[in-house]
C-alpha cells in the first residue's frame, strides 16, 4: 500500500473550510482532474454517503467516494476507488493561530499489480498522487478564499 499526505494552511475558521469542502456542487472548481459530479447518494458527508464523479478525458475516469468516517469540525475519511486503485482519503481540518490546515492524506493500492509494482508506485505513483492531492489543495484554496470574500458558505 502506498501513502501520501499533504497540508496547506488558509485564512478562514474551521467551519467556513468545512463548509467550503463538502460542498460538492464546488468540487469541479477545485478537485484535481473532476470534470463533473455524477451523483450524490445520502447526506454527504454522514456517514455511508457517496459521491460518484468523472473525470476529464485524461483523468481516473469514474471516482466513486464513499463515508467510512465524519467527525463535525475535524474531517471526513472516504473509501475511494477508480479503475486503478482502491483506498482511504482523508481530509481533516485544524485550527492554527491565523486560520485553518487542511490535511488530505491518501493510503492507497494499486489494483494491477505485478512484480514491478512497488517499484513503479515509488518512482511515479506516488509522486503523481502527492502532485494532484497539493493541485487540490491549492485549487480549495482558492475558491475558500472567494467563499469568504463573497459571503458564500
Known amino acids: ?47 455511508g454517503s457517496v459521491v460518484k464523479w ?3 478525458p485524461a483523468g481516473r475516469g469514474r471516482v466513486t467516494e464513499r463515508v467510512v468516517e465524519y467527525e463535525p469540525l475535524q474531517g471526513c475519511t472516504v473509501e475511494v476507488e477508480d479503475d486503478s486503485i482502491t483506498g482511504e482519503q482523508t481530509a481533516s481540518f485544524d485550527p492554527v493561530e491565523d486560520g485553518v490546515e487542511v490535511t488530505l492524506a491518501l493510503t492507497y493500492r494499486i489494483k494491477r499489480r505485478s512484480p514491478l509494482t512497488p517499484l513503479i508506485d515509488v518512482l511515479f505513483v506516488r509522486r503523481l498522487m502527492i502532485t494532484s492531492l497539493t493541485k487540490t489543495l491549492g485549487g480549495f484554496g482558492a475558491v475558500l478564499a472567494e467563499s469568504r470574500r463573497s459571503g458564500v458558505g
Open 1 to 47: 500500500m502506498g501513502s501520501v499526505r499533504v497540508s496547506e494552511s488558509f485564512p478562514g475558521s474551521v467551519h467556513e473550510a468545512e463548509t467550503c469542502w463538502y460542498d460538492t456542487s464546488r468540487w469541479p472548481q477545485w478537485v484535481d482532474e473532476l470534470a463533473h459530479v455524477l451523483s450524490v447518494e445520502g447526506e454527504w458527508p454522514g456517514h
Open 54 to 56: 468523472q473525470s476529464g
